[in-house]
């Protein structure tokens, strides 16, 4: 690596050489630093700031982002991770997976970096535009060009098997696409035709309930009650509303959950609000002691998803916790919902109906949007689908899947804003998410007991304790898929979540 880089410093108070693994955690813990004053900078971007001071943050940002990879990429790091000798747990974990980030930020070429950067800056504001004006072929070949990007990408951090792991590997450590083909292939078995069975019944919850009169003020101050019953601690977060929610955990002490209100949709910030709060639950259970290393981090972002959907489907849709939020719902909402019965209420809250954007899908169909997208990135890598054939190939496997044509581009295959940012090998996430989140939920079902008397009661103590002993304050001591094992017994499975997906839907629909 070019460039000229510090002396290795001499710690200890006599000016004794520093032990060389805490000088690698020392050195690591700065860019994580780095980075957490980027999330505050950035969380504020969303929230706050006044939007002429986009400029300056833009700078600022870049600036944070340039210092980080500096510290990062830094060849002493290199030559630390050559001569440290871990003892212990921790410190093999911590090494293990520093060499990981090392490794890869080191074997990419910076011009590479730099020409992603620059192309993704450019590729969402044409992206933007074609979605608006439903014209896919502006945007061809831009993803052509970061299709190009994101192979060289993998051939320089390598891999073993598929170009795609290399992709996988930035977002779930370790998990390859073969893997995830077998699962989602069997969970794509036994999901459509659960979906044809509900869609042949014709039976459909009313559509009115949850578009009704919400104040949005009223949302507010039920969502963040919701959040700290489920045991968001808001002594060491905040909730605050942004165009599109998210959650940042700072670092210990500071996790802040965003989230959007609409007066005529429920669903947007209620649900919204559990699965952000799902997310900073995982942040706060993070061990502190840890902060800015690998066992203070969370596990892939297919753990983190799980978390979310854990507390916003599992536990946020199921009818004991209704039972105890439903008539506080009511108090809140008395005009909208005096007419409403509980099981009104859930039957619309669980919903199933095939329909074009993923971000609206219900929790079964939802998962088809994913493997179809992951079908696709899978194709591009390869070459076997060239970037202008898209909405060809989007549209018939949408037919095949879900036996519908999507009415425009706009909404199908240029819905999402992933392709144009870079971010091939993001989506099986989701999904992978939903699996775990199934799997965890079986076995805490086992090990708790009776956990919906707890629910009914508004209860959520034993779950929230549950998932922090046995998810949360690991961080990266084992990769997703071995944590999986470790909690559950079993690898990852597409059965949990069918299992699941059968139990709440066949007294809905009876099926
Ligand atoms: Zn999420």
């Known amino acids: 690596m070019a460039g000229w880089y510090e002396p290795a410093m001499n710690g200890g108070l006599y000016g004794e050489p520093m032990d060389a693994y805490?000088?690698?955690?020392?050195?690591?813990?700065?860019?994580?630093?780095?980075?957490?004053?980027?999330?505050?900078?950035?969380?504020?971007?969303?929230?706050?700031?006044?939007?002429?001071?986009?400029?300056?943050?833009?700078?600022?940002?870049?600036?944070?982002?340039?210092?980080?990879?500096?510290?990062?990429?830094?060849?002493?790091?290199?030559?630390?991770?050559?001569?440290?000798?871990?003892?212990?747990e921790i410190e093999t974990v911590n090494v293990r997976e520093i060499?990981?980030?090392y490794d890869r930020a080191v074997k990419m070429p910076s011009k590479l970096v730099e020409e992603i950067a620059r192309t993704v800056s450019q590729a969402q504001n044409i992206w933007a535009e074609a979605r608006k004006k439903n014209d896919f072929p502006s945007f061809a070949p831009w993803l052509e060009k970061i299709v190009g990007l994101k192979r060289a990408e993998a051939k320089a951090v390598g891999y073993k098997e598929s170009p795609?792991?290399?992709?996988?590997?930035?977002?779930?450590?370790?998990?390859?696409?073969?893997?995830?083909?077998?699962?989602?292939?069997?969970?794509?078995?036994?999901?459509?035709?659960?979906?044809?069975?509900?869609?042949?019944?014709?039976?459909?919850?009313?559509?009115?309930?949850?578009?009704?009169e919400y104040a949005v003020d009223r949302q507010h101050v039920f969502g963040?009650?919701?959040?700290?019953?489920?045991?968001?601690?808001?002594?060491?977060?905040?909730?605050?509303?942004?165009?599109?929610?998210?959650?940042?955990?700072?670092?210990?002490?500071?996790?802040?959950?965003?989230t959007r209100y609409h007066p005529r949709e429920l669903n947007q910030g209620l649900w919204g609000i559990l699965h952000e709060a799902g997310h900073g639950i995982y942040e706060q259970g993070l061990d502190p002691a840890h902060f800015g290393t690998p066992a203070g981090s969370f596990a892939s972002l297919g753990i983190h998803e799980s978390q979310s959907r854990l507390w916003e489907n599992q536990v946020g849709r199921c009818r004991p916790f209704w039972e105890h939020f439903f008539p506080r719902l009511q108090q809140t909402f008395p005009a909208?919902?005096?007419?409403?019965?509980?099981?009104d209420f859930i039957f619309s809250a669980n919903n199933v109906e095939k329909s074009f954007i993923r971000v609206e899908a219900d929790e079964a169909t939802y998962n088809m949007h994913i493997i179809l997208r992951f079908e696709l990135e899978q194709a591009l890598m390869t070459g076997d689908l060239k970037p202008?054939?898209?909405?060809?190939?989007?549209?018939?496997?949408?037919r095949k899947m879900l036996d519908l044509t999507p009415p425009s581009d706009a909404q199908g295959c240029l819905q999402d804003i992933h392709w144009s940012m870079g971010g091939l090998g993001y989506f099986p996430t989701y999904t992978l998410g939903n699996l775990y989140a199934a799997q965890f939920m079986q076995q805490a079902r086992q090990d708790l007991?009776?956990?919906?008397?707890?629910?009914?009661?508004?209860?959520?103590?034993?779950?929230?304790?549950?998932?922090?002993?046995?998810?949360h304050r690991p961080g990266q001591r084992h990769r997703a898929g071995e944590l999986c094992r470790r909690v559950t017994g079993q690898p990852l499975s597409h059965k949990p979540l069918i299992a699941y997906l059968r139990g709440k839907y066949a007294p809905l629909y009876g099926i």
């Not at 390859?176 to 042949?200: G, K, N």
């Open 164 to 212: 795609y792991d290399a992709l996988l590997d930035e977002y779930e450590p370790g998990a390859t696409a073969a893997e995830i083909t077998r699962v989602f292939a069997e969970l794509r078995a036994d999901l459509v035709p659960l979906v044809a069975a509900i869609a042949s019944t014709g039976k459909k919850p009313r559509k009115d309930i949850l578009t009704r």
């Open 449 to 471: 007991g009776d956990i919906d008397a707890d629910f009914r009661r508004g209860v959520f103590s034993r779950m929230k304790g549950w998932l922090n002993e046995k998810v």
């Open 22 to 88: 805490q000088e690698l955690i020392d050195r690591f813990r700065e860019s994580k630093l780095l980075e957490s004053i980027g999330a505050i900078v950035g969380w504020d971007q969303h929230t706050y700031m006044p939007p002429k001071g986009a400029g300056h943050r833009a700078e600022q940002m870049g600036y944070l982002a340039k210092l980080g990879h500096e510290k990062l990429t830094n060849p002493h790091i290199g030559e630390l991770l050559g001569t440290v000798k871990p003892a212990g």
């Open 336 to 343: 909208t919902l005096d007419d409403v019965t509980l099981d």
């Open 224 to 258: 963040q009650g919701a959040a700290a019953a489920i045991g968001f601690d808001f002594q060491a977060g905040r909730l605050d509303t942004t165009v599109h929610p998210f959650c940042s955990g700072i670092g210990p002490g500071d996790c802040r959950l965003t």
């Open 99 to 101: 060499r990981r980030v």
């Open 388 to 398: 202008t054939d898209v909405p060809a190939a989007w549209n018939e496997k949408f």
